[in-house]
């Protein structure tokens, strides 16, 4: 055993010697649902000006919310940034996020940011509905997602229904058309054979090879797979004006209730809403900037001419739970 | 010491307990239909994955420790390489080369073929994570066959036996405690997999705790409970079925058998190239095939992998180090237990057992939560390791500890007691007896076992996410980051970059070794 335990000995005084070099007790410490090959660029170019050092964990939105969850007031976290609105509106709930600055809130028009104060809007996505274009031809699709319940798209529609952006399109279907009608819809569609993913990944690789012919999806994941595989007869399909189907959904930054750096955390969320930073997101990802004033990335329609109905953003934030069971309880397979 | 090594296993578990407790609704979620019926799939995928990998991790080891294979080297160096891909982007991989429209169908289009059958449901899943786990079976089953006394085969032989025959008869029951250890992990890791099933569309019990894991989070702990105290119960059961069985037997230095395959030499040839083809080329050969396009069309992101490969040694070097000192501690943790359940099967040896190899069957999630819940609850010195790696490291021994117990028990089974016996009547005290006699003939095993941690550690994502330090990236969370974004050529990359580093660690650290007194 004595070799054996030497090496286990030396190992462990390895780890801890590791461990005291890993964090930076002085830098601003972000979790991110928002992935690295996005943000991390900008980080770097916030460190860069202002000098404030940051050390960032990565992960996936919802479970970095659980983790700030089970950590409290203990958190190391100062910010956390979030995919969706509802991983966000989980730890508003919960007490966990602190009020912003005025001025922060005041850059983003009302419509993505939260009442309260808790989290601001950083950059929009639009539901879409992907197509094979060799499948189906676009003036084939209908204006409303509402319309997908039709005999015509029966078993030709895929859908994520653990995905945190499909909840969040029928939150806002609970508020704009009721919750009879959402749950009418829900049931429909899966009466209507809907083919269930994982992911909205899943769904646009899936339509890309033609396995499924259409699929709700955030928009941006199209472009990201036309640039990896040029020529794949994947394609998006707007809904019409207005439609629930054409919703916005803000992907969404916070500063945790116990920060104690919160003055760094709101410098750095300035620095998300500065044009050159909006600029950033639209062009690297194809998402909408939420600054009034910064310009879509070529390609795609201005954010004003969208027309993203009408909702109360913090509907999404709050009434996931009864979405959730909403979802589940109409039949779906995967939740 | 085996009762602290449980206490510190069982802090997933006894988190899950005090969770429940807490938020209630526990038996009620356990009897809802969004329990019961992906709790059937689980366990008839379970089962069916077990029951796969167990024929064919068997029959792979004694073709390649018994049989004069062609090829038996590089078999050996390959055999195990499935383990170590990272079901979420291998399995999206086999997706996109074996599925209806995929670059299968592409090559065979020209040849007339119109449409592959359907990639997808229970089936898709079976063969995928078959694919991916018989190595659980093969690695600790080819440890014990290749120290397997030769005399009795050859007897058998000189009776006039076959191949088949003498495997039945003779190799089957000597192997029988190695099949069942690794079938049983094979089992763990199914029920608790949910990168592959969910990109293959069967919707197990993972699948339910992922969905609800935010909003419906006393239905997320009760199904992870639930998943915990299943392996508890197989374990359980497997142990009163075992129990008695009798000591190993062993002839250290003996020389090794090799049966001659005669007109079998072309299907054993044809099972492991098809084996080796399917689990690893074909989704080796996907990724390289994005990878290629990717550095082809290059890429003016900032941090793109295609453009500056060189972001991936600090991930890579970070991933050795963990997987390296996660194996070590977790053989070191578990080798008193192994000693305990299979020397004297007390009491508190088989509650250790049992804990240990539940945390297995919980989902990395859990495990990251527990730890996190655990250290930060904790007096001083504990929670200053909170987001440390030597946390990190813990997790992953609590995670993976199993693999390493059943490796262990089977090697430490395998040392005949008489040898001990013998020793202690010539006068060499405990430890003496340990370092002379136990660890030499157990170490291909336990290398085994260290080994089966090692490749799981190194493609760990949940629980790594999670509880790395801040800006501790490894070659998974590398992976994971590029697959969100469909940016399949860097997630090929890493992933391919993953798969290299494990083949050298691999063979440095276990097959070399452990091949080295045969």
Redesign the interface.
Known sequence: ?????T??AL??L???A??GC??DRD?L??YSGR????I??LLEKFNKETGIAI??????S??????LD???D?T?ADVFLSQSP??TG?LAGKGHLGQLDADVLGKVDTRFRNGDGRWVGISGRQRVLVYNSEQVTEAGLPDSVLDLTGDRFAGKVAIA??NGSFQDFVTAMRQLEGEDATQTWLKAMVANKP????NN??I???VS???VAMGLVNHY?NY??QQ???GTPSRNHTFADGDVGALVIPSTASVLAGSDKTEEASRFLHFLLTEESQRYFSD?TFEYPLVAGVPAASGLPPLASLHSPDYDVDALGGG??R???LI?TSGF??? | MSALVACLFATPLAYLAVRGLTEGGTLAAWTSGATVVPLARTLLLGVSVATASAVLGTALAWLVARTDLPGRRAARLLLPLPLVMPSFIAAFALVAAFAPGGLLAGLLEPVGVARLPAFEGFWGALYVLTLFTYPYVYLPVAARLGQLPASLEESARLLGRGPAAVFRTVVAPQAAGAVWAGTLLVFLYTISDFGAVQLLRYQTLTSSIYASRVFDRSGALAQSLLLGLLAVAVVAAERSATRGAGPGRLAAGARSLRVPLGRWRAAAVALVAGVVGLALVAPVGVLAFWAVRGLAAGSTRAGALVSDAGELALPAAHTAAMAVLAALVAVAAVLPVAYLTVRHASRLAGAANAVIVGGFALPGLVVALALAFWTLQAPWPLAALYQTEALLVFAYVVHFGSQALRASQVAVAGVPSRLDDAARTLGAGRLRRLRTVDLPLATPGLLAGAGLVLLSTMKELPATLLLAPPGFETLATRIWNATEDAYLADASLAALFLLALSGVLTWFLVVRRGNAPT
């Not at chain 1, 050390?55 to 996936?60: E, F, N, P, Q, T």
Request: proline share 5%.
């Open positions: 055993m004595s070799r054996k335990s090496v286990v190992a462990l390895l780890a801890l590791l461990a890993g964090s830098a410490t972000i992935t690295q090959n996005l991390g660029p050390d960032v964990k990565y992960g996936d919802a479970e970095l919310a659980l983790l089970e950590e409290g203990r190391p509802g991983a989980f229904p653990a083919r269930t993913y994982a990944n899943a646009v690789e899936a090879r033609g396995e994941y990201r797979f990896e595989s040029p690297q996931l739970e979405t959730v069971e589940r397979d995967g939740v």
